[in-house]
């Protein structure tokens, strides 16, 4: 069992920057794929980025550039900083563990399906 708690959501404008922060609650943390993923309402839940317990990273390919996912395993703790935010970014986000690392190349396309544990989200905002 895991348990994730995200923080760090707020409002900011267009152009400004967020550090989303996840603490993974679980034993076998650096063995997980973890993931965030973001829902805006009335869309689809779309995956933005992915680590592993081994520090290898996927993005897509909107946020490439411009977010940036780290880990700090004596704190299990994911961050996701995220810069240049555009006010189609407005979502709540999520982050996700899965207990296959092997998975962590897919994640993403396939917009978090099948993940083990999920977080209840913090909300972004970007105001124009």
């Known amino acids: 069992q895991a348990l994730l708690v995200e923080s760090g959501g707020g409002s900011v404008q267009a152009g400004g920057s967020l550090r989303l922060s996840c603490i993974v609650f679980?034993?076998?943390?650096?063995?997980?794929?973890i993931g965030w993923f973001r829902q805006a309402p009335g869309k689809e839940r779309e995956g933005v980025a992915a680590?592993?317990?081994?520090?290898?990273?996927y993005y897509a390919d909107s946020v490439k550039g411009r977010f940036t996912i780290s880990q700090d395993n004596a704190k299990n703790t994911i961050y996701l900083q995220m810069n240049g935010l555009t006010p189609e970014e407005t979502a709540m986000y999520y982050c996700?563990?899965?207990?296959?690392?092997?998975?962590?190349?897919?994640?993403?396309?396939?917009?978090?399906?099948?993940?083990?544990?999920w977080g209840k989200g913090t909300l972004v905002t970007i105001s124009s």
């Open positions: 679980s034993d076998y943390y650096s063995s997980y794929c």
């Open positions: 996700a563990a899965d207990r296959s690392a092997y998975r962590c190349a897919s994640v993403i396309t396939d917009r978090g399906s099948g993940m083990n544990y």
């Open positions: 680590i592993t317990g081994g520090g290898s990273t």
